[in-house]
C-alpha cells in the first residue's frame, strides 16, 4: 500500500485514539485533558515516545544539572534527555518542566524526533514556519498561539506518517522497525499503510514466484450430466486462502451451481465440497476445497 501523502486534517479523536492505542500519549486520571496546556516535561516525554527511547530513559540513573527538576516525576527523563543533548535548559540552570509549552517548544522537540537538527536544519524561532514548509503544520500556528494537548496530539499524528529528515521512512515506521511500536498496536491503527509503504515493491516475476501456486482454475457444473460429459457451464479462477483448502472466489461464478472442480497449477484436479459463504453484493464466495 502506498502511503498518502498528506496527512493534515485528522480529527482529534482519531488523533488520539490513534497515539493512545500505540501507547505514544497516555492521560491520567482526568482522562487526556486535551483542553489544558501541556507541561514542558510532558511535551519532553512525548519526544522521548516519538524517538522509541521512553524506556531507556525510565531506566536512566544519571543526574541532570538541572536544578529545578530534581525530585520531580520527570526527573530521570529529563535528565536522560539532557545527557543526550536532546533538551536544554531555559535559563540560569533549569529547565522549567511545570511551564506550560509553547507551540514553538513542541515543533522543536517534534523537529528533532524527525531527525531535523536544530542550529543547522532549523532554529527555534523559525520552528513554526520550518514546519509549515514540511507539511508538520499548514499555516495553523502563529507565536502567540494557545497550545494545548490537542494540539499536541494533532501534530504528534502528522509527525508518524512523516518520512525522517533524508530518508524514505515515516517515522511511525521507523518505530515499527526499532520494536518501539508493537504490530499488534500497529495494526489497529490506519497508519499501518505507512509501514508496508517502505517496503520495497514486488517485481510481476517475485509475485508470480511467491503466489502462483495458490491460485486455481474452476470449472462449474449445474448439472450432473453436464459434469459427466466434461461440459461445464461456467468456468472462473480463485484462490486458496489456507493450507487445508479454503478459498476465495466470485459469487456470481458459482450461482445454480451443482458441482464443481479445480485444476491447480501442478495439474491435480479436486472437488469442491462445500460453500462456507457467498456475498452477492461484494461479490465474493468462500469455498472449500478437499483433495
Not at 500500500?1 to 485514539?17: H, K, L
Not at 532554529?123 to 494557545?146: A, C, M
Not at 518501539?180 to 497508519?191: P, Q
Request: hydrophobic share 40%; proline share 3%; charged share 20%.
Amino acid at each position: 500500500m502506498a502511503a498518502p501523502g498528506f496527512a493534515a486534517y485528522v480529527s482529534t479523536d482519531e488523533a488520539v485514539g490513534v497515539l493512545s492505542a500505540l501507547g505514544i500519549m497516555r492521560g491520567g486520571d482526568g482522562g487526556m485533558e486535551l483542553d489544558r496546556s501541556p507541561t514542558r516535561a510532558e511535551a519532553l516525554v512525548m519526544l522521548l515516545r516519538l524517538l522509541g527511547r521512553e524506556a531507556e530513559a525510565a531506566g536512566y540513573t544519571g543526574a541532570s544539572k538541572l536544578t529545578d527538576v530534581r525530585g520531580t516525576w520527570a526527573e530521570k527523563y529529563i535528565a536522560y534527555a539532557e545527557n543526550a543533548g536532546l533538551v536544554k535548559g531555559t535559563s540560569a540552570g533549569k529547565f522549567g518542566g511545570g511551564e506550560a509549552a509553547s507551540v514553538r517548544d513542541y515543533l522543536t522537540f517534534t523537529l528533532r524526533a524527525l531527525g531535523y537538527t536544530e542550529g543547522q536544519d532549523f532554529t527555534r524561532n523559525d520552528s513554526i514556519s520550518f514546519s509549515d514548509s514540511i507539511g508538520l503544520t499548514h499555516g495553523e500556528y502563529k507565536v502567540s498561539s494557545p497550545f494545548l494537548r490537542e494540539d499536541m496530539a494533532l501534530i504528534s499524528y502528522t509527525a508518524l506518517t512523516l518520512k525522517k529528515a533524508g530518508t524514505e521512512t515515516p517515522l511511525i515506521a521507523a518505530l515499527y522497525q526499532t520494536g518501539a511500536v508493537s504490530y499488534s498496536a500497529l495494526v489497529t491503527t490506519r497508519l499501518a499503510g505507512y509501514v508496508n509503504s517502505v517496503k520495497a515493491p514486488l517485481s510481476p516475476e517475485e509475485i508470480y514466484e511467491r503466489c502462483s501456486s495458490a491460485v486455481f482454475f474452476m470449472e462449474v457444473y449445474e448439472s450432473e450430466d453436464n459434469y459427466n460429459s466434461g461440459n461445464p457451464d461456467a468456468i472462473a479462477s480463485g484462490f486458496f486462502i489456507t493450507a487445508d483448502g479454503v478459498a476465495l472466489e466470485s459469487c456470481h461464478a458459482i450461482n445454480n451451481m451443482r458441482c464443481a472442480t479445480v485444476t491447480t497449477t501442478d495439474g491435480h484436479t479436486y472437488p469442491v465440497t462445500s460453500v462456507l459463504d457467498c456475498d452477492t453484493f461484494r461479490d465474493y464466495a468462500v469455498i472449500r476445497v478437499s483433495p
